[in-house]
């Protein structure tokens, strides 16, 4: 599928309003104010309802939360008007939804669906059309356990401006590689550079809730199996104090690592990711047995190193930082979605930042 253009868009939206809305005719006005740094694409007139609009190519959560900060900018212009803003994308995906959603935006795709709010008298919500704009190839992942170091540095200081070569040595990266990963992340504004070009993270959460759009857990090499104790917290004090027995490295992840950040709630399965697969020896002395069914222990090799920084011991058991607690949550069982939101005061604080 072809880039669309402004005037694709502006014929895409004129039209998805008109059928919205029931009415015969909407009126699009481009570049209608330069007073804000990021002014809207246009502005739409549909009956009674003027519509201030922000269009982009992709609908992932980082250009989504670029979107929401620029129509809400350029919406201040008309707030005499009473405008609703209005994030417009070829198909928004459920991160992006969401996002719209928590920030009061409205939002619709030229693929058929729509949620339209902000004013008396308008409430439409279609979801469930496919993606009509699907294009070959695979976008670049930020994300990617390598490129993810980047991602992770600014997360665990993001008050911090780094140099670049700084971020390279704290990412364990070369500085043509963390070069690249930092244009793209501009690009989707991400991040910024101060005059002396170093770099810092413009929304913290934005970056995050990115991150966890493309994060699968289960991209790991999980080892599930079955220990046998009385209670989750009985199980993880067994196993951090037989892998501290075995000089092991681990940290422990999942409800389990939550419920030593914040004691959230109680937990039935213990996850720990582990540098080295587990030896027949450290297997007997946990008395692990490998199952699938009835697993209350996940013994996990990482994909990449990076999970353990920003580990700390916590009542003397390691436990990963909260921002990799709040991407792993994303694939757990049990209570793992209501935990994932304990952790959200946990997540930026200077004092969640250890070695």
């Known amino acids: 599928m072809p880039k669309l253009n402004e005037t694709d868009f502006e014929k895409g939206v004129a039209n998805r309003l008109v059928d919205l809305l029931g009415i015969t005719q909407v009126k699009t006005v481009s570049e209608p104010t330069s007073k804000t740094p990021h002014p809207c694409d246009f502005l739409a007139t549909a009956g009674n309802f003027l519509f201030v609009v922000e269009c982009k190519q992709r609908g992932d959560a980082a250009t989504i939360g670029q979107a929401i900060r620029n129509v809400l900018a350029a919406t201040e212009e008309f707030k005499k008007k009473h405008p609703i803003p209005l994030v417009v994308v070829p198909y928004m995906g459920e991160v992006g939804r969401r996002l719209c959603e928590e920030a009061k935006v409205s939002w619709l795709d030229l693929s ?139 940290a422990a992840t999942g409800l389990a690592g939550t419920w030593l950040v914040n004691k959230f709630a109680g937990f039935r399965l213990t996850v720990l990711y582990l540098d080295e697969n587990p030896t027949d020896t450290l297997r007997t002395d946990l008395g692990f047995r490998e199952e699938t069914r009835g697993a209350n222990l996940w013994l996990v090799r990482p994909n990449d190193a990076g999970v353990f920084h920003g580990a700390r011991e916590v009542d003397s058991i390691r436990c990963v930082h909260p921002v990799q607690l709040y991407l792993d949550l994303k694939n757990h069982p049990e209570r793992a979605t209501e935990a994932a939101e304990s952790l959200k005061p946990h997540l930026f604080k200077p004092e969640a930042v250890h070695g």
């Not at 009509?132 to 170091?149: D, E, H, I, V």
């Open 112 to 250: 058929g669906n729509a949620s339209l709010t902000g004013r008396p008298g308008l409430r439409i919500q279609i979801e469930g059309k496919p993606n009509q704009f699907k294009t070959p190839g695979r976008p670049q992942n930020l994300f990617a356990p390598k490129s993810s170091r980047i991602a992770r540095s600014l997360l665990l200081d993001p008050g911090h401006t780094f140099s670049q070569r700084e971020l390279a040595e704290r990412s364990r990266l070369d500085e043509g590689f963390t070069s690249r990963i930092v244009r793209a992340m501009e690009e989707r504004e991400l991040v910024r550079r101060n005059n002396s070009g170093a770099v810092s993270v413009i929304d913290p959460e934005m970056m995050l809730a990115a991150w966890r759009e493309t994060y699968n857990f289960n991209q790991h090499t999980i080892l599930r199996g079955h220990v046998a104790t009385r209670s989750g917290t009985e199980l993880l004090r067994h196993v951090a104090k037989t892998m501290k027995k075995h000089d092991a490295s681990y």
